[in-house]
């Protein structure tokens, strides 16, 4: 059911997360955190079905329809998770930093163009082409607007889980060739960089007084793995083009 493998994962008695519930009625926002764990990714959320559906994006999201950015779909996250920011303690999963990078509102868009355009749809459409691995939408943020598009990989490589995706922004006048996300290194709810909340002793870190357990440092190592797989991928495809 949403949110049992999310509460599995944490100890709310360590970490400032919150538990959360399934939400009755569902908006539509989406956020993006910017996450220091084992390695710096991006957590792309849309807010329906009464939570956050999230995918980890190594290389985070991009403006240039160029990039097809490696997702890799998790578990669902409260909506209160929405502006969470701040340090989750050591021993903890995904213990490190998070920055609320971008926040807004995003629309389902019609899972069929009309004219070479994507028009606005309905929540039953995005329930289906989610289900189907092929989630066309509308973002708009502070930092990301415009027509995206989530597809789910198909062809499972040895070890994958099934949950890997890509996310792809279409061409449209919000497109942006050459994008850095490195340029926007700042909160949007704070101003402040991954930097500066690192070392901030105002944020949301709370350290419990008991010794911690031994279940050791769980700091979401598949992603690492798949980060990894992709590197290795580029690596070997840029040697055979140089031949």
């Known amino acids: 059911m949403p949110l049992e493998e999310y509460k599995r994962k944490r100890r709310f008695d360590e970490t400032p997360e919150p538990a959360g519930k399934v939400e009755l009625k569902s908006g539509h926002r989406f956020?993006?955190?910017k996450h220091e764990a084992t390695r710096l990714h991006y957590d792309f959320r849309l807010e329906t079905e009464g939570v956050l559906k999230s995918w980890a994006?190594?290389?985070?999201?991009?403006?240039?329809?160029?990039?097809?950015?490696?997702?890799?779909?998790?578990?669902?996250?409260?909506?209160?998770?929405?502006?969470?920011?701040?340090?989750?303690?050591?021993?903890?999963?995904?213990?490190?930093?998070?920055?609320?990078?971008?926040?807004?509102?995003w629309e389902p868009l019609?899972?069929?163009?009309?004219?070479?355009?994507?028009?606005?749809?309905?929540?039953?459409?995005?329930?289906?082409?989610?289900?189907?691995?092929?989630?066309?939408?509308?973002?708009?943020?502070?930092?990301?607007n415009g027509d995206f598009a989530l597809v789910k990989l198909k062809g499972r490589r040895p070890g994958s889980k099934g949950n890997?995706?890509?996310?792809i922004k279409k061409?449209?006048?919000?497109?942006?060739?050459?994008?850095?996300?490195?340029?926007?290194?700042?909160?949007?709810?704070?101003?402040?960089?991954?930097?500066?909340?690192?070392?901030?002793?105002?944020?949301?870190?709370?350290?419990?007084?008991?010794?911690?357990s031994g279940r050791g440092k769980l700091k979401a190592a598949w992603l690492a793995d798949a980060v990894a797989k992709l590197d290795k991928k580029k690596a070997l495809t840029a040697g055979k083009k140089k031949h």
């Open 31 to 33: 956020v993006v955190q």
């Open 57 to 105: 994006v190594p290389k985070g999201p991009s403006l240039d329809p160029a990039d097809k950015r490696l997702a890799m779909q998790v578990e669902d996250h409260p909506v209160s998770y929405f502006d969470f920011e701040g340090i989750i303690p050591e021993n903890n999963y995904g213990a490190g930093t998070v920055m609320v990078w971008d926040i807004g509102t």
């Open 110 to 144: 019609s899972p069929i163009a009309v004219q070479g355009k994507y028009h606005p749809g309905t929540d039953a459409e995005a329930s289906a082409m989610l289900a189907k691995g092929d989630l066309k939408f509308r973002l708009h943020g502070k930092k990301l």
């Open 164 to 167: 890997e995706w890509l996310l």
């Open 171 to 212: 061409n449209d006048e919000y497109a942006v060739k050459g994008y850095d996300i490195d340029e926007y290194d700042w909160s949007v709810l704070t101003r402040r960089s991954l930097a500066e909340i690192a070392g901030d002793a105002g944020t949301k870190e709370w350290k419990s007084s008991r010794p911690a």
